[in-house]
Structures are given as structure tokens and as C-alpha cells.
């Protein structure tokens, strides 16, 4: 079936320095990939996206690369900030509806 | 424009009884979506209503879990008979509409019910 795979599970940077976490997935047909930020006790937000026909996307600091020949993509962080500190997931679309999320990653970004 | 709503925010239940979930979804919204997170793990897709309509509930365990979402008020995901490993956060999310009339890929989150059972 559908799998998203994520890492690193735990990741723990400087303030200022740049975070990158990585997925891979599994289903050819998937066509849209949004990363979503979770901060504690509340719902997942939607940080940034990107689609298929697109390689990179970038919204200031946050940035995201698609290579669906190898079907990888990442979100890459630059300049992080304490307020960055939260737990990350990436997911694909199958289905046009179905999102299937990776386990997450807990960004620590230290002061 | 308020965001999706969930309620009630926490909700203990006691072994065999029933919980009753809410959700609102963001106004103009027509899709919505029930995920379950465990502990420590990501967010696992249950069931995707329309108005009036079940789309795809291939997630959601066969027994003691139904949803629906009306053509007035909000949807509900509703668990029967409830058992110590139902506890979880059950998020909602919804989307709107597309041109084509297919659920926009985009979905917002509401805060989550966070279900505890004793």
C-alpha cells in the first residue's frame, strides 16, 4: 500500500543554522506533497506544498525540492529560529483526497 | 473567516460508553476529513465525507466507529462502546471545492479532540 517514510525522527539545531528533513514515498500516481508544522496540543498547520509538475518551491525561509524520479522530496529550513521548534510531517496525496502522513520530525532549534 | 472548529476540545470517557465528536469545517468548506494520532506517530486518514455523503471510509476500524456529516450542522465522527486503545487525538480537517467540483488538495486542521478513555 501507500507508504511516506520520514527523517531523521529527531533533529536538533543552532539557532541560525539550516534544517533539512527528507521523505521518500511510494505511489507513482502521487501528485501533491504539503509539509505541515505541529506544534504542541494544537492541529497540523500547512507550512508549504509543492506539486508534481513543479522541482522547488520556496515561501521565504522555508523551502521544498521534489525529484519524483526518485521519488524523494524535503523541506529545507534556513536561519532557524527557536520558534521553528516543533514536530514536522511531510505527506503525499493519493486519490486526489487520501493524505498519508510520514511518522514526523521533532525539530529542537536551540538558542 | 474562523478556522475549522472541534469540539469538545478533551473528552474522557469510561470503557463502554459512547464519544461524540464534532467538527465545523471552515466556511465555503464542503470536504471533510477525520485522522487519528496516536502518541508520539503521525496523523492516519479514517474517512473523507461530503454533505449527505460518505466518499471513502476505508480507514476507519469496521466496528463501533461511524461518521457523518449532514446537510445542516457539523460533521461527526462518532465512536460506540469505547475501548482504552480509541484514546487518541482525532483531528478534523476540511477543503473546499475545486472548479471541477473535486476536493481542492489543501487541507486545514482544526485543534483536535483529545479522547481519553478510563
Known amino acids: 500500500g501507500e507508504n511516506v517514510e520520514q527523517h531523521p525522527s529527531t533533529l536538533s539545531v543552532q539557532e541560525g543554522d539550516s534544517a533539512v528533513i527528507k521523505c521518500t514515498y511510494s505511489d507513482s500516481a502521487s501528485n501533491y506533497f504539503p509539509w505541515y508544522k505541529q506544534e504542541l496540543g494544537k492541529g497540523p498547520q500547512l507550512i508549504i506544498d509543492?506539486?508534481?509538475?513543479?522541482g522547488e518551491k520556496k515561501d521565504q525561509r522555508i523551502a521544498v525540492t521534489l525529484n519524483k524520479t526518485a521519488k524523494h522530496f524535503s523541506l529545507h529550513i534556513t536561519e532557524t529560529q527557536p520558534e521553528d521548534s516543533a514536530v514536522y510531517f511531510c505527506?503525499?496525496?493519493?486519490?486526489?483526497?487520501?493524505?498519508?502522513f510520514g511518522a514526523g520530525t521533532r525539530l529542537f532549534v536551540k538558542a | 473567516n474562523a478556522g475549522v472548529m472541534q469540539n469538545p476540545r478533551h473528552l474522557v470517557r469510561r470503557r463502554g460508553q459512547e464519544a461524540r465528536l464534532r467538527c465545523s469545517p471552515m466556511k465555503g468548506h464542503s470536504h471533510v476529513y477525520w485522522y487519528r494520532q496516536l502518541p508520539e506517530e503521525g496523523l492516519k486518514f479514517m474517512v473523507y465525507l461530503q454533505k449527505e455523503n460518505i466518499i471513502d471510509e476505508s480507514g476507519m476500524p469496521k466496528e463501533r466507529f461511524s461518521a457523518e456529516f449532514p446537510k445542516e450542522g457539523p460533521s461527526i465522527l462518532r465512536i460506540q462502546q469505547v475501548v482504552r486503545g480509541d484514546s487518541a487525538a482525532y483531528f478534523c480537517?476540511?477543503?473546499?471545492?475545486?472548479?471541477?467540483?473535486?476536493?481542492?488538495?489543501?487541507?486545514?486542521f482544526g485543534p483536535g479532540t483529545r479522547l481519553t478513555v478510563t
Open positions: 505527506a503525499d496525496i493519493t486519490g486526489g483526497f487520501k493524505t498519508i
Open positions: 509543492i506539486r508534481s509538475n513543479v
Open positions: 480537517a476540511s477543503s473546499p471545492w475545486t472548479s471541477g467540483g473535486a476536493s481542492s488538495y489543501e487541507q486545514y
